[in-house]
């Protein structure tokens, strides 16, 4: 089945803390990017990445980073979380890097910094 | 840049009525218009999408949407609505260029009752 799987879906962590959120597709596409869902905020991208080792900032980068050493892979780190960092994270990932694109989603990552 | 909003966070509606969820946005170049679904702790998944051609675009479980330059709208619509399409609805905006870089709106909660 194509798909876009994340991991973990639920983490609670303490400030500090550095974590990882592993993101994995398995559709062979070329451009990968993350999420932020706030209420009443939409989903505000974070980082993409159009191929392998070409990534960029999105609109809210700061606290973030990401790496792409593989096509199917695309991690989030948090180096350093902070409560403002509490929030729903989705992967997505498109066949191509234009906007005519459709993102396939992953299930989300409920990520709570204490 | 381009900015989307929905100007209702909440829908409630009563089962088999019509509802219509309102999108509008704004950019300075040419762009490419999707409504994507959410349904509880579910990743987000496309509903239907305008890049060009007929204004009148169909999409998924009955949905319609149509693209108003004029008006820089792009409003969903359903004759008759079920039970299990509560859910969250988001409007999103790529311009035409190049880069999947896809703004979405804050959404909106739709609320069927029986």
């Known amino acids: 089945e194509a798909q876009v799987t994340q991991n973990p879906r639920y983490l609670i962590t303490v400030t500090g803390k550095k974590l990882t959120v592993t993101c994995s597709q398995n559709m062979n596409h070329e451009y990968m990017s993350w999420y932020r869902q706030d209420p009443g905020l939409g989903l505000r991208q974070i980082y993409y990445?159009?191929?392998?080792?070409?990534?960029d900032k999105g609109d809210v980068p700061e606290g973030y980073k990401v790496s792409r050493k593989e096509k199917r892979n695309f991690p989030l780190i948090l180096e350093s979380p902070s409560p403002n960092q509490t929030s729903l994270y989705f992967c997505a990932s498109s066949f191509g890097s234009s906007g005519a694109n459709v993102l396939t989603f992953g299930a989300g990552s409920r990520l709570t910094v204490l | 840049a381009q900015s989307v909003t929905q100007l209702d966070s909440q829908v409630p509606v009563f089962e088999e009525a019509p509802v219509e969820l309102r999108c509008n946005y704004s950019s300075s170049v040419s762009v490419y218009l999707f409504w994507y679904v959410q349904y509880p702790n579910q990743g987000l998944q496309l509903l239907l999408k305008?890049?060009?051609?007929?204004?009148l675009v169909k999409g998924i479980n009955g949905f319609e949407a149509e693209f108003n330059k004029s008006q820089t709208s792009f409003h969903l619509r359903k004759p008759s609505v079920h039970i299990s399409d509560t859910a969250e609805y988001f409007c999103?905006?790529?311009?035409?260029?190049?880069?999947?870089?896809?703004?979405f709106g804050g959404g909106t909660r739709l609320m069927v009752k029986p």
């Open positions: 305008y890049l060009s051609g007929s204004t």
């Open positions: 990445s159009m191929n392998v080792e070409v990534t």
């Open positions: 999103a905006v790529s311009d035409t260029g190049a880069g999947n870089m896809l703004t």
